[in-house]
């Protein structure tokens, strides 16, 4: 199996971006999916996620509000949509998959079976 993690890039303060999350070896939209980040410095910390079993959908405080978790069926894709940015959201973004019973959002990072490489994301003020 194997993620990948890809469209971070650099953005303005306010500006938007979407990240994308492909597997091979596995189909993602049978699994719990979840997008992390870890900023220089910091510790991995969730951002969102989607239980499978269920649709339902997670969101860290910091981030409610501004980034929205989506698929495409069809491509059997994961989306990260994020907008107004802010330089606090600079980070490395990885996409992390789960195959669980439980709801994502108690669930650690530690429960999740496969990890993309991550995708760099740079907020300029």
């Known amino acids: 199996v194997q993620l990948q993690a890809s469209g971070g890039g650099l953005v303005q303060s306010g500006g938007s971006l979407r990240l994308s999350c492909d597997a091979s070896?596995?189909?993602?939209?049978?699994?719990?999916i979840g997008w992390f980040r870890q900023a220089p410095g910091k510790n991995r910390e969730r951002v969102s996620c989607?239980?499978?079993?269920?649709?339902?959908?997670y969101y860290a405080e910091s981030v409610k509000g501004r980034f929205t978790i989506s698929r495409d069926n069809a491509k059997d894709t994961e989306y990260l949509q994020m907008d107004s940015l802010k330089p606090e959201d600079t980070a490395v973004y990885y996409c992390?998959?789960?195959?669980?019973?439980?709801?994502?959002?108690?669930?650690?990072?530690?429960?999740?079976?496969?990890w993309g490489q991550g995708t760099l994301v740079t907020v300029s003020s």
């Open positions: 070896g596995l189909t993602l939209a049978k699994v719990t």
């Open positions: 989607i239980t499978r079993r269920n649709g339902n959908t």
């Open positions: 992390a998959t789960a195959d669980s019973g439980y709801g994502c959002n108690v669930m650690t990072q530690y429960e999740y079976d496969y």
